[in-house]
């Protein structure tokens, strides 16, 4: 399968405690993004990479939230001292710069239950 | 602000017929969209996209058009099948910019 791929698919943790989650993206897409998606609404926008380079975030990306993409390749979103509102589906997506600019594809999700 | 409204959040429909999912955008600066479908415990999967500078994009049972003037563009799916049940979600993204802003999405479903 060489879709973009998301570990793991549900995490429950308790308030206070630190998460940590992957993405690793359709392999020759150098673009890569994070988005949040709560119940009964669509995803919003968190973060977005170029290769290695974190250029965008959005305000909705508290202190707690960050992102990395280390090789520019794969990429991990830690959260920290997790609260009951951070729970959500975490969606990664990639796309190429060759391609629909646009066109974003998008992972399975992580679905965050903090308790 | 929700810049992207789906104002529907169901809609049922008979196999066979047309389907017609709306969406509205307040950003006048948004000139490209999309339609994504999610299944449940499954990522967004990217169905259908138009471009500011045309009116209308087909590709086999799906069409989408654009009517900028209203800020407005419909999906239609024909014929509907019972496989097309899922939740279906416009975005938009404006030129030179990263991020989709999506609807709240529309959850269709066909009856057999």
């Known amino acids: 399968d060489t879709g973009v791929s998301q570990d793991p698919r549900h995490k429950i943790t308790k308030r206070g405690q630190n998460v940590t989650f992957r993405c690793d993206p359709i392999s020759e897409h150098n673009r890569l993004y994070w988005y949040r998606q709560t119940l009964g609404q669509g995803p919003e926008f968190l973060t977005y990479?170029?290769?290695?380079?974190?250029?965008?975030k959005s305000r909705l990306l508290s202190d707690r939230f960050s992102a990395e993409r280390p090789k520019g390749s794969f990429s991990t979103l830690e959260i920290q001292r997790t609260e009951q509102g951070d729970s959500a589906m975490y969606l990664c997506a990639s796309s190429s710069t060759s391609g629909w600019d646009n066109e974003q594809f998008f992972g399975p999700g992580t679905r965050l239950t903090v308790l | 602000d929700q810049q992207v409204k789906q104002n529907s959040p169901s809609l049922s429909v008979q196999e066979g017929r047309i389907s017609i999912l709306n969406c509205d955008y307040t950003n006048s600066m948004f000139d490209y969209f999309l339609w994504y479908k999610k299944y449940p415990a499954e990522g967004p999967t990217f169905l259908i996209s138009?471009?500011?500078?045309?009116d209308k994009n087909e590709d086999g049972r799906f069409t989408v058009f654009l009517n900028k003037s209203a800020k407005h563009l419909s999906l239609h799916i024909v014929p509907s099948q019972p496989g097309d049940s899922a939740v279906y979600f416009c975005a938009a993204i404006s030129t030179g910019a990263n991020n989709l802003f999506f609807g709240t999405g529309t959850r269709l479903t066909v009856i057999p």
């Open positions: 138009i471009s500011s500078i045309k």
């Open positions: 990479f170029q290769n290695e380079a974190q250029l965008e």
